[in-house]
């Protein structure tokens, strides 16, 4: 079956950054495009980023461009999110999502806070 396991996240001082992963298992990784979305405290889900199959094509959300970096290996069927800069509104629980039939994993919590 599908799994996707996000890791990385924790506390971090504004300013500071964090390297979020995902490890996907269940499908053919590198057949899917895909996707990093966040969840604040009390908000909805907020796109990210997004990267195709391949990983030199990448999309983000024109508040983030600069900041966050998000790749893949498709040798490891692992994606990453890079993260820097990071603010007190980029906290929230971030979910990596297989596009097409938005599966997400059970995400990592980012806390940013001094």
């Known amino acids: 079956q599908v799994q996707l396991v996000e890791s990385g996240g924790g506390l971090v001082q504004p300013g500071g950054s964090l390297k979020l992963s995902c490890a996907a298992s269940g499908f053919t990784f590198r057949s899917y495009y895909m996707s990093w979305v966040r969840q604040a405290p009390g908000k909805g889900l907020e796109w990210v980023s997004g990267?195709?199959?391949?990983?030199?094509?990448?999309y983000y959300t024109d508040s983030l461009k600069g900041r966050f970096t998000i790749s893949r290996d498709n040798t490891k069927n692992t994606l990453y999110l890079q993260m820097n800069s990071l603010k007190p509104e980029d906290a929230a629980k971030y979910y990596c999502?297989?596009?097409?039939?938005?599966?997400r994993g059970q995400g990592t919590q980012v806390t940013v806070s001094s």
């Open positions: 990267i195709n199959f391949g990983g030199d094509t990448t």
């Open positions: 999502v297989k596009v097409g039939d938005n599966y």
